[in-house]
């Protein structure tokens, strides 16, 4: 195993959920520092401005994480010198229809946040771990939530699905001890971005209400820094929990 550091210049970092909020936040910080960054997400035309807009090589990838198939294949869909994929960033999520009371929740609703939140994050890191496992070498950052370990009342199923995410990394954290691949999960607490009003159809005005309760909210651009911070960290040393809080 190199102790170069995993995020030098030239290496190669996949991010889901790249179009908007945290995820576009630590592509262009990601970039910022020289990395070569495939930015993947649903949204092409975003994907496509964020690309013209960031410092060094970027690919954008379409690609919805919920969509299996299309998951298990998306490094055959690279361009041969973008598959090596050094850096991992699982993102993508979101919380449709979420904040409200359980036994009023829509069942397709709920099963489109646990096939985003836990299959499609499971599946992306089925789809990149080998590789990384061959070479022992390679990190994979997943953004949870401070909700992967404690729980809110009408919020049970993202909760869920956050405490499946933060379950999940830990046991798989174990399983790759002396692989040469490390795996941190960054967890953050309020973030002001768009995804409040993704999760009630992209009702901005909802999306205001509920933040202007709060006195105080991270940015997308203070979870990309926790990213960047665990990256720099030595090969030998690996950051396992980010808790992020707003002050």
Not at 91 to 104: E, F, K, S, V
Not at 203 to 208: F, I, K, L, Y
Not at 217 to 238: F, I, K, Q
């Amino acid at each position: 195993m190199t102790d170069k550091a995993i995020l030098h210049v030239g290496a190669v970092a996949l991010v889901t959920g790249a179009s908007a909020g945290i995820g576009r936040a630590v592509a262009v910080a990601l970039s910022a520092r020289g990395a070569r960054v495939i930015c993947a997400a649903r949204r092409r035309d975003r994907l496509e401005a964020l690309v013209g807009e960031l410092p060094g090589p970027a690919l954008a990838l379409e690609l919805d994480i919920a969509d299996g198939e299309a998951v298990d294949g998306l490094v055959a869909r690279l361009p041969e010198d973008w598959r090596r994929i050094d850096i991992l960033i699982n993102n993508a999520g979101h919380d449709l229809g979420g904040r409200q009371p359980y036994h009023q929740r829509a069942a397709a609703d709920v099963a489109a946040v646990i096939q985003t939140n836990v299959t499609g994050m499971m599946r992306t890191t089925l789809a990149i771990l080998p590789a990384m496992r061959a070479r022992g070498r390679g990190h994979i950052v997943t953004i949870g939530s401070v909700n992967g370990v404690e729980w809110v009342a009408n919020h049970s199923v993202y909760v869920g699905s956050k405490f499946a995410v933060h379950g999940f990394t830990n046991s798989l954290r174990q399983e790759l001890q002396g692989t040469g691949v490390r795996l941190t999960e960054v967890m953050p607490g309020l973030v002001r971005s768009e995804f409040a009003a993704a999760r009630w159809g992209g009702d901005e005005a909802r999306a205001a209400e509920f933040y202007g309760r709060f006195d105080s909210a991270l940015s997308p651009e203070d979870v990309a820094d926790a990213v960047l911070y665990a990256l720099d960290t030595p090969p030998h040393v690996n950051i396992c929990d980010l808790v992020l809080r707003p002050a």
